[in-house]
């Protein structure tokens, strides 16, 4: 029953939430149909790409279609590749699960036994690092954090890479397997861009790993001490 209760309220949070984006989109000044049409274009040619883009329908007409079209994951074409929006996404996700699960993984790492050993040994020095991490992870602001680590790990110490993308320009990307770079790159043998992508790796993960830290460290306390 509880299970069942917090699903109806994610899913009913998730319309709110759908509902939201495509009122705002309506109520925000701007014509999609102007702008993709060219900033010279006649009325004529507006009109016939507002018929196209169903902008001359009703307002529930228009919705109906928007949640038909995200139930059968058709998110339409991006303007900017003139590809489906879902071909794009796809071909992104791997990067940012691969982001994902290397931050988690740092954070993990590094945050529960810091705050196991913070439960075991309450008011030691360890404790007061464990208390610190927490602090940082909740107040200091995740850009300024990532604009802070570029400035001392890439250019102060020279240890990272630019942050110019997920491999050196000079390289190309490991024949694609499972889209994660790192684990392509191990699969093929391709060490010197597995080198290459640990590094470029390392520096958006540990700025991320640092916002998930205080949350692990708190619990792992909490729990502990419980």
């Not at 691969?98 to 040994?121: D, M, Q, R, T, Y």
């Not at 391709?190 to 993960?205: E, G, R, Y």
């Amino acid at each position: 029953r509880f299970v069942l209760k917090r699903l109806s309220l994610s899913l009913l949070t998730l319309f709110g939430a759908l509902v939201a984006v495509f009122l705002l989109t309506r109520v925000l000044p701007g014509n999609p149909a102007k702008y993709r049409a060219g900033a010279f274009a006649p009325p004529e040619t507006v009109a016939e790409i507002e018929k196209q883009m169903g902008l001359d329908k009703p307002l529930h007409v228009q919705f109906a279609r928007y949640m038909d079209g995200l139930l059968h994951f058709d998110l339409g074409t991006s303007w900017n590749t003139r590809r489906p929006v879902a071909e794009d996404l796809a071909q992104r996700l791997p990067a940012s699960l691969e982001l994902s699960v290397a931050s988690f993984l740092l954070a993990a790492g590094i945050a529960l036994p810091l705050g196991i050993i913070a439960a075991v040994k309450k008011g030691s020095l360890i404790d007061q690092l464990a208390r610190f991490v927490t602090t940082i992870s909740a107040s200091v602001a995740l850009f300024w954090m990532g604009t802070m680590l570029i400035y001392l790990l890439y250019y102060r110490w020279q240890l990272l890479p630019a942050p110019t993308g997920r491999l050196d320009i000079l390289l190309s990307p490991p024949n694609r397997i499972t889209g994660f770079y790192v684990l392509d790159s191990l699969l093929t043998g391709n060490f010197k861009t597995l080198d290459s992508s640990l590094k470029h790796l390392f520096l958006p993960a540990i700025t991320l790993s640092i916002a998930m830290m205080g949350i692990i460290v708190k619990g792992a306390r909490t729990s502990r001490r419980g």
